[in-house]
């Protein structure tokens, strides 16, 4: 009997990740994550809704790099830890992780902005962004002409806003 116990649990042991993994992952955070939903505390929100953002972008890794992530042997014991780490109360990962980066990316992506492309340069030599062309038009044709030019945008734009 004393065998069985012990091949019992060193199955347990082999397939720990197998086991705990989906119990960590999925099933307590839509426990904690339906709870969430009936409390009227906006708390446990901030942990739960950054979790299943940062659930999805590692699921999101995972399935972008599945041929390369099956050969390292550590990865379903790295995912759990990580998993472990965002979803326990006790560290609030979640939370943390999404304060920290990926609210700044949303919020106020001129701090980080992974998506910025060098503006061309017009002969002059000044990049061609909109305050530049907005000097040049100033210059070119006086601050009168360049207010006329935004009342008539303002109003064009209020025209198609009460249109919609």
Same mark, same amino acid.
């Given at each position: 009997m004393g065998s069985? /116990?012990?091949?019992?649990?060193?199955?347990v042991l082999k397939n720990f990740d197998v086991i705990v993994g989906p119990v960590l992952s999925l099933a307590y955070p839509l426990y904690a994550s339906?709870?969430?939903i009936e409390t009227k505390s906006p708390v446990d929100d901030q942990q739960w809704l950054p979790y299943w953002v940062l659930y999805s972008m590692i699921t999101l890794f995972e399935l972008t790099f599945a041929k390369f992530?099956?050969?390292?042997?550590?990865?379903?014991y790295a995912k759990l830890m990580i998993t472990g780490w965002l979803v326990l109360p006790y560290f609030s990962?979640? /939370? #943390?992780? #999404?304060?920290? #980066?990926v609210r700044p990316f949303i919020v106020n992506p001129q701090t980080v902005n992974i998506w910025y492309v060098p503006s061309k340069k017009d002969p002059s030599g000044k990049p061609g962004d909109i305050l530049t062309a907005a000097e040049k038009y100033i210059q070119e044709n006086g601050t009168e002409a360049f207010e006329n030019m935004i009342t008539k945008a303002d109003k064009s734009s209020k025209k198609h806003t009460h249109a919609l």
């Amino acid at each position: 009997m004393g065998s069985g /116990a012990g091949n019992f649990l060193k199955l347990v042991l082999k397939n720990f990740d197998v086991i705990v993994g989906p119990v960590l992952s999925l099933a307590y955070p839509l426990y904690a994550s339906v709870r969430a939903i009936e409390t009227k505390s906006p708390v446990d929100d901030q942990q739960w809704l950054p979790y299943w953002v940062l659930y999805s972008m590692i699921t999101l890794f995972e399935l972008t790099f599945a041929k390369f992530l099956q050969w390292i042997p550590i990865w379903p014991y790295a995912k759990l830890m990580i998993t472990g780490w965002l979803v326990l109360p006790y560290f609030s990962g979640a /939370a #943390y992780v #999404y304060h920290h #980066y990926v609210r700044p990316f949303i919020v106020n992506p001129q701090t980080v902005n992974i998506w910025y492309v060098p503006s061309k340069k017009d002969p002059s030599g000044k990049p061609g962004d909109i305050l530049t062309a907005a000097e040049k038009y100033i210059q070119e044709n006086g601050t009168e002409a360049f207010e006329n030019m935004i009342t008539k945008a303002d109003k064009s734009s209020k025209k198609h806003t009460h249109a919609l």
